[in-house]
């Protein structure tokens, strides 16, 4: 059973660089049925996604945070990464990791998440 | 970017109450449609996917139907655990969009 468990600094000041890192156990990076996400929820509101990465490199990212965000893969360590650059009040979020699946029996489901890790943009 | 409208944004309910959610999508996804369960302090659960698969080990009192763009979670009887938040997901195109989410409150 893949567990995910995100970790990264609780405080950012505004305009510099959120990172986190999602340690996987139980499943490796460089499966081929899967990708790896990022998610977030700001307070009181509901699920974004950030974007993923496959093992091979490639990744895609929502456009409406494409400038900003780098999602990496560390094989060596079996763990990923959310760089998100120039952040303000409105990055303000549980931020979640999560593996994607797809298989001939399971499509594009996020089947494992972490528990979430509360970030706050604040000086 | 594909927008999954929710419906109701919450409901009340008593254990035992059959509940359904519903879930429209702003185009046609075929059948790649997922429910998740989420609770406070904790990462969302699959319940189903492919929009009406139940997830390896869910309880079959949760039911999921629809394709295309119409979906809907039903909950046949529910348990004093059910009481979360509900959201559907598309994983048809990228971005990946979830619903607004369905909170499930005691009556």
């Known amino acids: 059973q893949v567990q995910l468990q995100e970790s990264g600094p609780g405080l950012v000041k505004p305009s510099e660089t959120l990172s986190l890192t999602c340690t996987v156990s139980?499943?490796?990076?460089?499966?081929?049925?899967?990708?790896w996400a990022w998610i977030r929820q700001p307070p009181g509101k509901g699920l974004e996604w950030i974007g993923y990465?496959?093992?091979?490199?490639?990744?895609n990212y929502n456009p409406s945070l494409k400038s900003r965000v780098t999602i990496s893969l560390d094989m060596s360590r079996n763990l990923f990464s959310l760089n998100l650059s120039s952040v303000s009040a409105a990055d303000t979020a549980i931020y979640y990791c999560?593996?994607?699946?797809?298989?001939?029996?399971?499509?594009?489901?996020?089947?494992?998440w972490g528990q979430g890790a509360l970030v706050t943009v604040s000086s | 970017d594909i927008q999954m409208t929710q419906s109701p944004s919450s409901l009340s309910a008593s254990v035992g109450d059959r509940v359904t959610i519903t879930c429209r999508a702003s185009?046609?996804?075929?059948?790649?449609l997922n429910w998740y369960q989420h609770k406070p302090g904790e990462g969302p659960k699959v319940l189903i996917h492919?929009?009406?698969t139940l997830h390896s080990g869910v309880p079959s009192r949760f039911s999921g139907s629809g394709s295309g763009t119409d979906f809907t979670l039903t909950i046949s009887s529910l348990q004093p655990e059910d009481f979360a938040t509900y959201y559907c997901?598309?994983?048809?195109?990228?971005?990946?969009?979830f619903g607004q989410g369905t909170k499930v409150e005691v009556k």
């Open positions: 999560a593996r994607e699946r797809w298989t001939p029996m399971v499509r594009g489901v996020m089947d494992s």
């Open positions: 139980g499943g490796s990076l460089n499966s081929n049925a899967d990708y």
């Open positions: 990465m496959y093992y091979s490199g490639t990744t």
């Open positions: 185009q046609r996804i075929d059948n790649f």
């Open positions: 492919a929009a009406s």
């Open positions: 997901q598309q994983s048809y195109i990228n971005p990946r969009t």
